[in-house]
């Protein structure tokens, strides 16, 4: 089964850059959608197909793939410029799996801002 | 406003059964695929099972081995998912989400406990 590796924590200073890499074999042939979840609360779409922003998802969120050049090899990337306290939160990564008709969920990332 | 709620969980013993509901609104609901997601205290995101807007194509993981059924009412815009033979690690909060590309919306959740 396809599987999607994400580091289990990220930490960043207030006003700085976040990455939150998302690993799985042969990604840049995925789509990959990214969740924003806070405590308590629903995952909410931030990415979809690799770096579109749903309406209403600041521009400081982006998103690349191993196919186009912001990231390279089988990783796709989350990217949060400017961070603020209000990122804080669960990231997980996800894309479809077409071999096996599966949904794939990373194991999600803890998103700390110092 | 796109709206789905979820209810039906509760309390149950291993090896009973649940159905869940999530009741949709705000959107026509005949041409949105669903999904149900659950999460396990403290753990992350487990996807379940997808339907499409017709039924006609329906997906589950693999660790349900066939417990589960996923189903659709469009004349009542709702989404369900029978839970049979259930174990204590079907313990979790079950999210319905829409979408067949991507999940652009969630429902709040609504938890579901097995225990003796």
């Known amino acids: 089964s396809y599987v999607l590796t994400q580091p289990p924590s990220v930490s960043v200073a207030p006003g700085k850059t976040a990455r939150i890499t998302c690993g799985g074999n042969?990604?840049?042939?995925?789509?990959v959608h990214w969740y924003q979840q806070k405590p308590g609360q629903a995952p909410v779409l931030v990415i979809y197909?690799?770096?579109?922003?749903?309406?209403?998802?600041p521009e400081r969120f982006s998103g690349s793939n191993s196919g186009n050049m912001a990231t390279s090899g089988n990783t796709a990337a989350l990217t949060i410029t400017g961070v603020e306290a209000g990122d804080e939160a669960d990231y997980y990564c996800?894309?479809?799996?077409?071999?096996?008709?599966?949904?794939?969920f990373g194991g999600g990332t803890k998103l700390t801002v110092l | 406003e796109v709206q789905l709620v979820e209810s039906g969980g509760g309390l149950v013993k291993p090896g009973g059964s649940l159905r869940l509901s999530c009741a949709a609104s705000?959107?026509?609901?005949?041409?949105?695929?669903m999904n149900w997601v659950r999460q396990a205290p403290g753990k992350g995101l487990e996807w379940v099972s997808s339907?499409?807007?017709?039924?006609?194509?329906?997906y589950y993981a693999d660790s349900l081995k066939g417990r589960f059924t996923i189903s659709r009412d469009n004349a009542q815009n709702s989404l369900y998912l029978q839970m049979n033979s259930l174990r204590v690690e079907d313990t979790a909060i079950y999210y319905c989400?829409?979408?067949?590309?991507?999940?652009?919306?969630w429902g709040q959740g609504t938890l579901v406990t097995v225990s003796s």
């Open positions: 197909n690799d770096s579109d922003r749903p309406s209403g998802i």
């Open positions: 042969n990604i840049g042939d995925k789509s």
């Open positions: 989400a829409r979408g067949q590309d991507n999940f652009d919306c």
């Open positions: 705000g959107f026509t609901f005949n041409t949105f695929g």
């Open positions: 996800q894309v479809w799996d077409s071999s096996s008709y599966h949904w794939v």
């Open positions: 339907i499409s807007y017709s039924s006609r194509y329906i």
